[in-house]
């Protein structure tokens, strides 16, 4: 067939699309500058601005480092995943699919520098690390998987198919992603100090999280993208990530109730703490809501085909599911932070002048740490967005080309 | 040289980087200049040639005046809402003592402190090493290398870190303490006062109890007055099951004491 028209590039869409586009980048600019505002201010007051205690020394910020390293699994363990076994059927979201790891991976490194005291001697880690901390292990795998995203990334953008190497990557991709996910997951694990991360089922449990929210996340971006260009993968690929994602909750559902049953039925008092907290204490709502409406009803839809053919209610699920996991996030930190091991009145000194002392402190973050992650989400989807307009859309455009001159070539392919 | 951020962090207070390290020399001779009675009180009992030191409470001596836990303050300059020695109280709250057998009330006092892990958590887990163990088994903290990511304060099983979480304050008109005062960012805890330690002088709360409920010393040097004791009472040592090893110990109390 022939067009007139050059190609419609995305780069250049209608001009009625201008709008939105515009927004966006404007929604993109307010977020980071946010960001800066809000560190800028935590750099000159210090810590203190945060809702961080002497008891919970840890908060949002390493919810959000935990989470994000989390998400950045599925993009990598889709492409490498498929890859291994051979299959062609999520080529199509490949791209997209690294792109969402290697942001995820950035953030999760750029989310750490607002939880340290001193981020201007963070070099301290490089000059003098100390090898048996879980911490040094981390920074290294982080690195090396932020590496992996980039040669990836650059494999799969070559004009010519590199089907070999990317193989290979794959090889690697893999245990690299177990291990990024289990030493985080160590980093609280190692600690005598808090029993409830204390079990081995946590490296288990952080991967499986890891493999929900990276999945879900994978898919909503792919569903955006889809609306607001004129990328478009098979539609099979949403059903095949939604299958994925029944199985990936399932799992992660199942490793949770053991260690929560193994946890209960010990019945030992450092245990039953922070379990009491979870079921009928300060964090109920959100472990309840997050059992409900982060792993159930989403599950239902992945499971259900009737439920997941509507593309529409799958993202509403997928959603939900990363809604759960940052939620199960929190839920796995705050019960480990308010439970110290001495915990004899008067409690803990409270930090600051005229903070007194605290028996049982309450975590609330203000508004310096939300503004901060605002920051880092909008540095997180600046990311994405340069990737995705500078690598996933051009790719459609020329295999949109592709498709409309060879169609039953593609069909054929795909069956 | 002093380092960017130690200037950086005395710009924001204001003050000259130099001048805590010149203080310190400064006033770490002041205890060179106390009355002989008073070093005489303080003097560390017998010490071998490898030392490691402990600290044994004795809880039936302690009355919970919390002494020790204010000289520990000015002798370490340690800013407001932060102690690195707190006295907690047996029982739900503070006011609200124990109640112990036939509904009699009880006192009892836990003074605590960093037991000064022989195999530290929060060692083991610092990325940079700031966190470390000196020739003497004083667990210590290296301001300069911290970078302030209080994973140490996760790990430690007794909560006894403290966090210099905005720029360290003063209470007006106190006198500054005997060691240089730590920057905004980093962390911070009992070092046995190594300081004194180094004058041959016991640490401060020791000397201040009014109890004598504290004894320090050597634990390596078999005629110690900490080593004698320990042989004769026992002692205890907090969550010893962690297996962290404190070197601060605790003598029960042998009788009760009820209101
Ligand atoms: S008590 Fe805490 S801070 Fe002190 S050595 Fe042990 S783990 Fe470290
Ligand atoms: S806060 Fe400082 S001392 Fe503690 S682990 Fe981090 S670097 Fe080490
Ligand atoms: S030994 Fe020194 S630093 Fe430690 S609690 Fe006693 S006075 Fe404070």
Redesign the interface.
């Given at each position: 067939m022939t067009t007139l028209a050059p190609p419609a590039t995305p780069t250049s869409p209608p001009a009625e699309r201008r709008g939105p586009r515009y927004a966006w980048y404007a929604t993109l600019a307010v977020g980071l500058g946010i960001g800066l505002f809000s560190y800028g201010y935590q750099l000159?007051?210090?810590?203190?601005?945060?809702g961080?205690t002497?008891?919970v020394?840890?908060g949002l910020y390493i919810v959000v480092f935990m989470f994000l390293v989390g998400v950045s699994a599925g993009g990598l363990i889709v492409v490498a995943g498929s890859e291994l076994v051979g299959s062609h059927r999520m080529e199509s979201l490949n791209r997209l699919a690294v792109i969402v790891s290697g942001t995820a991976v950035a953030a999760a490194a750029v989310s750490i520098i607002p939880?340290?005291?001193?981020?201007?001697?963070?070099w301290?880690?490089m000059v003098?690390?100390?090898l048996?901390?879980?911490?040094?292990w981390d920074?290294a795998v982080i690195t090396v998987y932020l590496t992996i995203a980039g040669i990836d990334l650059w494999i799969l953008t070559r004009p010519k198919p590199m089907p070999r190497s990317l193989r290979i990557m794959a090889m690697i991709t893999l245990p690299v992603a177990v291990l990024v996910h289990s030493v985080t997951a160590w980093?609280?694990g190692?600690?005598?100090?808090?029993p409830f991360w204390n079990t081995a089922i946590l490296a288990p449990l952080f991967i499986s999280s890891a493999l929900v929210s990276g999945t879900a996340l994978v898919l909503i971006i792919a569903w955006t993208v889809r609306r607001v260009s004129s990328w478009e993968p098979p539609s099979h690929v949403f059903q095949d990530l939604a299958k994925l994602l029944a199985w990936f909750v399932a799992v992660d559902f199942f490793l949770l109730v053991a260690e929560l049953v193994t946890a209960f039925t010990s019945q030992t008092e450092y245990h039953l703490a922070p379990l009491e907290m979870l079921f009928s204490g300060r964090q109920a709502p959100l472990f309840w809501g997050q059992l409900g409406f982060g792993v159930l009803l989403p599950f239902l839809v992945y499971a259900i085909p009737k439920l997941r053919a509507r593309t529409g209610l799958l993202v509403a699920a997928a959603v939900l599911s990363v809604l759960g996991v940052f939620a199960k996030r929190v839920n796995i930190l705050m019960p480990?932070?308010y439970e110290?091991?001495?915990n004899?009145?008067?409690g803990?000194?409270?930090?600051?002048?005229?903070?007194g002392?605290v028996?049982d402190q309450l975590y609330v973050p203000t508004w310096v740490e939300y503004g901060v992650v605002i920051g880092i989400g909008a540095f997180a989807a600046t990311l994405i967005t340069i990737g995705v307009r500078r690598w996933v859309l051009p790719q459609a455009a020329a295999e949109g080309a592709d498709v409309e001159d060879a169609g039953d070539d593609e069909a054929a392919r795909t069956h | 040289m002093p380092d960017a951020t130690d200037v950086l962090g005395s710009l924001l207070a204001g003050g000259d980087p130099n001048e805590g390290q010149a203080a310190m020399v400064e006033r770490t001779s002041a205890i060179e200049a106390l009355p002989a009675a008073s070093r005489e009180w303080g003097e560390i009992d017998a010490r071998s040639d490898a030392p490691r030191w402990g600290m044994l409470v004795d809880t039936e001596r302690c009355i919970g005046c919390w002494s020790c836990a204010v000289i520990c303050r000015s002798e370490n300059d340690v800013a407001l809402g932060m102690w690195w020695n707190r006295i907690l109280t047996a029982g739900d709250d503070l006011d609200t003592p124990k109640v112990g057998e036939h509904g009699q009330l009880e006192m009892e006092w836990m003074p605590l402190a960093c037991q000064h892990c022989s195999d530290a958590p929060c060692e083991k887990v610092c990325p940079t090493a700031a966190t470390y163990t000196n020739d003497e088994g004083i667990v210590l903290v290296d301001a300069d290398k911290c970078i302030g990511c209080r994973y140490c304060m996760a790990a430690c099983p007794y909560g006894v870190r403290v966090f210099n979480w905005g720029e360290p304050e003063k209470a007006p008109g106190v006198e500054e303490g005997m060691v240089q005062a730590r920057p905004v960012g980093t962390v911070e805890k009992c070092s046995l006062c190594v300081h004194r330690i180094g004058e041959g002088q016991e640490p401060s709360c020791v000397v201040s109890c009014p109890a004598q409920a504290r004894i320090f010393g050597d634990l390596n040097a078999p005629d110690s007055r900490i080593n004698r004791l320990l042989h004769d009472r026992g002692g205890d040592q907090l969550l010893k099951e962690k297996g962290t090893q404190p070197k601060v110990h605790y003598l029960p109390p042998r009788r009760r004491r009820s209101l």
């Open positions: 000159t007051g210090g810590l203190a601005v945060t961080l002497n008891t020394t840890w939880d340290l005291g001193r981020p201007f001697m963070a301290q880690m003098s690390p100390q048996m901390s879980p911490l040094v920074m980093i609280f190692f600690l005598i100090a808090r480990g932070m110290p091991q001495i004899l009145p008067p803990a000194s409270g930090g600051v002048p005229g903070g002392f028996l | -």
